[in-house]
């Protein structure tokens, strides 16, 4: 479905984002993903290489709440293969600190990477696009976007707006053929919620309405729908997949 084309993937060593390189790769992409720390990077950079050898993976570790260094990885993606078809930020923070207990520095932490890393990211590579003819943003938001949460106000901000910088970026670009869209996963079994007790992860699981809480490749199938030929005409849309916890 991706058959030549480039991605870069923010927070691709683990997790959702680690789907979301692997499904893109099985489906023909050349892949570059960002993660935090090099050895993160090499981690998930020979799992990739012992699932298949021929699979086109390469891997940075910008500091993603420096606009300065984003926008130098994104230039040496552009130089090694000439083009960028696909971006996802999906590298984010959650918390869930009471307001009583907040501090602005972790409120600022959490909107640096969720928000702002998101826009540094956006500025090289939109630019890349429209010179290119077009291409497609997707990025990570949360069932938090559209239900809030109880505590740690910090994360429900920053999702509510990577919808409203997904969506007014779809008006804006779209006259230079660049689609912008959000997938906005529920619970899902990452390495965080993998790590809880099997009784939590019950007492989660009913509430939400399917029965379950979602797998990342799940969640990487909407990431592989959107950035596909199949969804040329989808752009400005947050595509939940939470098994109905939104609502
Ligand atoms: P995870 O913690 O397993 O992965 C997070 C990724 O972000 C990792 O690859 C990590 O390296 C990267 N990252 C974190 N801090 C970083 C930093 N400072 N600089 C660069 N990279 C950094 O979490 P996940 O569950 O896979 O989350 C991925 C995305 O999905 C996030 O945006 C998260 O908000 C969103 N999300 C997750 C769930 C869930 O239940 N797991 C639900 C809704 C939304």
Known sequence: MLKGKVAVVTGGTRGIGFEIVRKYLANGARVVLFGSRQESVD???????????????????????????????????????????????????????????????????????????????????????????????????????????????????????????????ARELGKDHIRVNAVAPGVTKTDMVAALPEQVIQAISAKIPYGRAGEPEEVANAFLYLASDMASYVTGEILSVDGASRV
Do not use: H
């Open 43 to 169: 981690k998930a950079l020979a799992r990739l290489k012992e699932e298949n050898d021929s699979w086109e993976a390469a891997g940075k570790f910008p500091t993603l709440t420096d606009a300065k260094e984003v926008e130098k990885a994104i230039l040496e993606v552009k130089d090694t293969y000439g083009r960028i078809d696909i971006l996802v930020n999906n590298a984010g923070i959650s918390q869930d600190t009471p307001l009583y207990d907040y501090t602005p520095e972790e409120f600022d932490k959490v909107i640096d990477l969720n928000v702002k890393a998101m826009f540094y990211a956006i500025l090289p590579v939109a630019k890349i696009m429209k010179e290119q003819g077009g291409g497609c943003i997707i990025n990570t938001s949360s069932m938090v976007s559209i239900s809030g949460q109880p505590a740690g106000v910090g994360y429900p901000t920053s999702k509510f707006a990577v919808n409203g910088m997904t969506i007014s970026l």
